[in-house]
């Protein structure tokens, strides 16, 4: 099954890692507070979200899934567009993914949750490295370490943190997974330095 993801452009690749430029888009996010856990937040945050587009809005609408979803750490903006992302703070996750392109702000079903809301992400410069594997929190930061050395190599800076982002089901095969690890970045390989 085939689900709509991020709009972006590749405008530069290095080794392993991609240079896009993502899109505007509308997300949902959650944010999981005092979690003991990488995964329990993603778990948690993934059903709160999932209930959102499975009808739990106040116009009762299903909304089509999108990937990926993305986790990142929380009072820190998900530079992503889609998937589920994660990322961690001290007092918890964000979880997110992008609504269909079909929604605005005005247009989206409001969430029934109150821990669940629709907001607007502006167009990004992303760093992104893709990665299979098990969504273990230890193959996340294996391959966060390896995206922000590449970088740091390449001397370029970092905007917010990094983003787990999630393309596959939980069904599917590990070694088959689109993960991606990514962070908004202050330019291009090669560009001026500020």
């Known amino acids: 099954m085939s689900y709509e993801g991020p709009r972006y452009a590749v405008l530069h690749r290095s080794g392993n890692v991609e ?3 993502y899109e505007p888009a509308l997300l949902a996010e959650t944010v999981i507070e005092g979690s003991p856990s990488f995964d329990a937040a993603g778990n948690e ?13 106040t ?3 299903r909304i089509a ?18 998937p589920v992302r994660q990322a961690i703070a001290d007092n918890g996750w964000r979880v997110a993914f992008m609504l269909p392109g079909t929604y605005t702000l005005d247009t989206a079903p409001v969430p029934a949750d109150p821990r669940v809301r629709v907001i ?13 594997g098990r969504w273990t929190e230890s193959n996340y930061v ?8 590449n970088l740091a190599k390449a001397g370029i800076r970092t905007v917010g943190e990094p983003v787990l982002s999630r393309y596959n ?8 997974r689109r993960n991606e690890v990514s962070v908004e970045i ?7 330095h500020d």
């Open 59 to 61: 116009s009762r609408s």
């Open 65 to 82: 899934m999108t990937v990926p979803v993305s986790q990142a750490r929380q009072g820190e903006k998900i530079a992503m567009t889609v």
């Open 169 to 176: 089901g939980p069904l599917s095969i590990p070694f088959l």
């Open 142 to 149: 294996t391959h966060r370490d390896e995206l922000l050395a």
């Open 19 to 21: 240079y896009r430029q």
């Open 120 to 132: 607007p992400m502006p167009g990004k410069l992303l760093a992104v490295l893709r990665y299979p």
């Open 186 to 192: 202050d330019r291009l390989p090669g560009g001026p």
């Open 45 to 57: 945050g993934f059903r709160r979200l999932f209930r959102y587009i499975a009808g739990g809005n």
